[in-house]
């Protein structure tokens, strides 16, 4: 399973300032986190893989590396350039979503009631951001 999914920072209120506007960020940093399924006692639900990109109103743009940690971090290196004025855009990707398998290790085999694929991640995306 690969999800995808793709946000846009809120546009700010009217007649406010906000990144939307702002062409120049004085810190911005993403924050992904997720935990997998619980399941029961004689199964193992093998780690969940996700990541996430980020876009700027002038294109540019950056990967904050997949893992299975649980949490993936990204801060924008340069705060003296200007990104435009615009939306900036984050899109989460979901890599390898490991499945449920016997704890014990064995392989999966047909009919065995232990195993059955991991269809979902639910994860936080936390922005923080200044300007
Ligand atoms: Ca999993
Ligand atoms: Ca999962």
Known sequence: M???????LPS??????GPA???RLSGFTVTLTWTDESVGANQR???DQLGFTVMAPSGQNWTAP??????????LDDTSKDYGAGAWTITVQGGNMGD???ITGRPCLPLNLVCRPDTSNGWTLKMDWAW
């Open 2 to 8: 690969r999800p995808e999914a793709t946000l846009t």
């Open 21 to 23: 506007r702002a062409t």
């Open 12 to 17: 700010p209120v009217a007649g406010g300032v």
């Open 66 to 75: 997949m893992s299975t940690s649980g949490t993936v971090n990204w801060k």
């Open 45 to 47: 639900n093998q780690p």
């Open 100 to 102: 449920v398998q016997p």
